[in-house]
């Protein structure tokens, strides 16, 4: 088959026409992708070969497009259904950016028929990734799509608000029934609390000043922080030594999953985030592949129900699986909205 791959790190993707077509297995889908977007976790791998278990390798692990084949065991979609989400990474058959992938059944989300195609591209990995920080992360209830919670007293911040994942992670800890204040730039601010962010702090102001804006607002209700950037450590340490005191157990978690955070002040659980092995068929990454597929039951519903809004994308102009790499160029610049790249036609 058609698409892109890489056979060593640091390499250029090359387009070939010789990639095996994968086959699905009892549980899994056969899905044509019609668009990907780009995620930061592509130039790592590229740059580092991390998380590639096999080469060559191809790129691309948040895409949306049709079901071609269903596995045997499979009940939830037949050919023809229209999906999305982050298929995986790193292994045979993961790759977005070729004429086809496997999903896996449990972890592919069904695309409400008022998203487009190339909207639903854009959300599997920024949503599923605020979502493992949100509800596993900070200890936070999956919300019933159909009945949400009153909103509490108990507040969230959330640094990063204004980027793809800060953005999706303002929307469900609402939508989950905590207040949130969000860390974002000037520019950044109306789109936050357009998302549902109560109060923002700009992270440009001193660390001083927005821990005092910060617990001038909570007033002894924040137990929860998610750092959607994975540049924030030295804030968090000094937000918690400012609360260790005040009563409650404190939750915090990350994207940065590389730093030691066994030593931050109060004894807060913390939790990093890494979606890097999902959809991985072994026992070691089982807790993690139950852990997202709970959670796209939800997102699936907020998304069909209007209750999530998708974020903000832009579609490259450029199309084909070799637009990729103009893609990723075009992400750079981009760095507020995901960017989606058209791989083939429906």
Known sequence: ????????????????????????????????????????????????????VSWPWTPCCDVAGTVVKVGDNVTKFKAGDQVFGCQGLGFPGSGGAAEYCLFREDLALRKPEDVPLAAAA?????????????????????????????????????LGGGGNVGAYAVQLAKLSGYKVIASVSSRSVQSAIAAGADETVDYKDSVDSQIAKIKAVTKGGLHRIFDATSFNKPIVEKLLESTKDEPGQKYFTTVNNWDDFSDLPGSPQVHLISLGPVAREDAEHAELNASVSKAVVVIEQLLALGKLIVNEYVVADDTGFEAFTAGTKLQSTKAAKKVVVKFQSE
Do not use: C, H
């Open 1 to 52: 088959m058609k698409g892109l791959k890489l056979d060593a790190p640091r390499g250029e993707y090359q387009l070939v026409d010789d990639l095996p077509e994968p086959s699905p297995g009892p549980n899994q889908l056969l899905v044509k992708p019609i668009y990907g977007s780009i995620n930061p976790v592509d130039e790592l791998m590229r740059n580092s070969g991390l998380l590639i």
């Open 122 to 158: 854009s959300i599997g990995v920024g949503s599923e990734t605020a979502a493992m920080g949100v509800w596993v992360g900070l200890n936070i209830q999956l919300p019933d799509p159909q009945n949400l919670p009153a909103t509490s007293d108990e507040w969230v911040f959330i």
